[in-house]
């Protein structure tokens, strides 16, 4: 497996043009169903945030961290009281009561729009698409269509028209993303030292060292 690295330097060199040919010819137009955005079935909706944009999220919403994120549900264990303990190595957004992210909403007919619209993550403002770069995350379920290293997932917006300028647009998002994942990734790495969290805790690991659920430094 290339190191985190080498895959780094492969998503800093992927050109925008190529990325933008492949979502043209997969095709992608948003129809605001809200499938993204929310829980399916009993799985609560989980999309990757960096602790830099949880922190814009705070920002432009005047919200407390944990209003905003979560731990990554990943490798944490269930407590008997119905608690949850463990270490997990990155930050999702929050989700409501039903398991549907925090900052959705659906209006009086139906239609669904993000709150947060202009300070989504990156990991909102891409979707469905992906690139196939190890270290970089994926959405959930196989992706079902793939041109070069540009993976689409599952999403009734596909195959719609795109225009070129709006592919390039995405396209350059898409790159911001890979780059964008693979530094938190090698941020994590660098960072981590093992804490041995209390019985009944959580630690969140990213970039910037060891947290608590409300983005506090771990301390013993």
Known sequence: MDSLESELDRARDLAVGDLADAIERIGFECTRCGACCTAEADDPHTATVFPDEVR???DATDYDFRDVARPMPYGL???DDGGVEGETFEW??????????????????????CTVHDD?????????????????????GEAVDEHG????????????????????ALA???KERAVRELEEAIGVRDA?????????????????????????AYER
Do not use: N, W
């Open 56 to 58: 814009d999220l705070q």
């Open 77 to 79: 264990t269930e407590t």
């Open 92 to 113: 999702a957004l929050q989700t409501d009561s039903c398991g549907d992210c925090t900052f959705y909403a659906e209006d009086d007919d139906g239609v669904g729009a």
């Open 120 to 140: 989504r993550p990156l990991v909102c403002q891409t979707y469905p698409f992906s690139v196939a770069l190890a270290g970089t995350s994926q959405p959930m």
């Open 149 to 168: 290293v540009v993976r689409a997932h599952e999403c009734e917006g596909l195959g719609r028209d795109i225009s070129r300028e709006d592919a390039e």
């Open 172 to 174: 350059a998002t898409l």
């Open 192 to 216: 981590y030292e093992p804490t041995r969290p209390e019985p009944g805790s959580v630690v969140v690991h990213d970039s910037e060292g060891a947290k608590r659920p409300d983005g506090s």
